[in-house]
């Protein structure tokens, strides 16, 4: 029988230390140090009304990234919410003509159509066993295309004018960043002191052991995506106030944006690890490197490169960080 040797035990506890600081604490790193770069580089960007933009702009992408969150620690993944984004704006459009008295009506029928196609996500993934990249990806098909249909092809109708407040700014703060403050905090308290919570996390770290507990997975599974579309819808929302009009290109990119700033804030495409504190972090690690490239005047053409090596690298950070010894 061998004996590990005290040098060779020490080696062993500081590796896993230090692998155990990159995966808990590397995404605020990483933050703090673009933010030192930024002061050099951009230093436009600490400027009060470029704070405001990146924050409203920040917000947008974060409610986005609250859903991915709650669908990637089931282990799923949802494409369809670029459907959503156009979906909700020609909603809200035309159920309100430019009339301020049916904005509510509106964005409740937009929630219940985003109800619909999270609920056909969920369904598809689970009853069906589709894999979630094939069947959201299906759906984010399905939407565009029953809106083009819907519009023939030429979205239009009148944005109500009291929509526009997201546009306006107190300092920093906004509607868009109060309304991703409020969902975090109502999402990070139902994550970590809920029971419902506690089976999201136990879905995604062991969906047979959960499933043998007497946790309905199917239900959880499908809850979030229904939860994640939802999300979509509010981010639809404010998108279309922050535009002013029916575009059907609104919220392009944001459905990747969103996966990349929960994988970078540490949650796991392998389900069952992860957090809204981590996933803040990485909307506003996304959102900085975006707005920097902007300031830099980059094309965008090394915007994505830029993003996709951060991602990369995130990734590679996190697997080596959890490698078993």
């Known amino acids: 029988m061998s004996v590990a040797k005290p040098h060779e035990s020490a080696k062993q506890v500081n590796g896993w230390r230090a692998r155990k600081f990159v995966a808990d604490y590397g995404v ?7 933010l030192l770069a930024a002061a050099v580089l951009t ?28 669908i990637l620690l089931v282990a799923g993944l949802d494409l369809s919410i670029g459907g959503i984004f156009v979906m909700t704006s020609i ?9 301020d008295d049916l904005v509510i009506p509106a964005i409740l029928i937009a929630l219940a159509l985003g109800a619909l196609v999270g609920l056909g996500n969920g369904v598809l993934v689970t009853k069906r066993r589709v894999p979630p990249f094939v069947a959201t990806l299906g759906m984010l098909v399905l939407v565009k295309g029953a809106t083009q249909a819907y519009t023939r092809g030429v979205p239009g109708g009148f944005v109500p004018e009291v929509l526009g407040i997201v546009n306006q700014s107190w300092f ?11 969902l975090n905090a109502v999402f990070m308290f139902v994550l970590g002191r809920t029971a419902y919570g506690r089976k999201v996390y136990a879905v995604g770290s062991n969906t047979e052991a959960a499933r043998l507990s007497g946790i309905s997975v ?7 995506y229904v939860l994640g579309s939802c999300l979509a ?18 919220g392009t990119g944001l459905e990747l944006d969103s996966i990349a700033a929960a994988i970078v804030g540490g949650t796991a495409f392998v389900g069952g690890r992860g957090g809204l504190l981590g996933t803040i972090a990485g909307v506003l690690l996304i959102q900085l490197l975006s707005t920097m490239a902007l300031l830099m005047g980059l094309d965008i053409q090394v915007q994505f490169i830029i993003k996709g090596l951060v991602i990369l690298g995130a990734v590679t950070l996190y697997s080596l960080a959890n490698v078993e010894e």
């Open 43 to 70: 230093p436009k960007l600490y400027e009060v009304n470029t704070i405001a933009v990146v924050m409203r702009q920040a917000s947008q992408l974060g409610i986005v990234a609250i859903g991915q969150t709650l």
């Open 91 to 99: 909603v809200v459009a035309d159920v309100t003509n430019g009339r």
């Open 28 to 34: 605020y790193i990483a933050l703090l140090l673009l």
């Open 218 to 224: 199917d239900t959880i599974r499908i809850s979030v």
């Open 172 to 182: 920093v703060l906004s509607i868009p960043l109060l309304l991703w403050l409020g």
């Open 233 to 250: 819808v509010a981010s639809g929302v404010v998108l279309t106030g922050y535009v002013g009009y029916v575009d059907r290109f609104i």
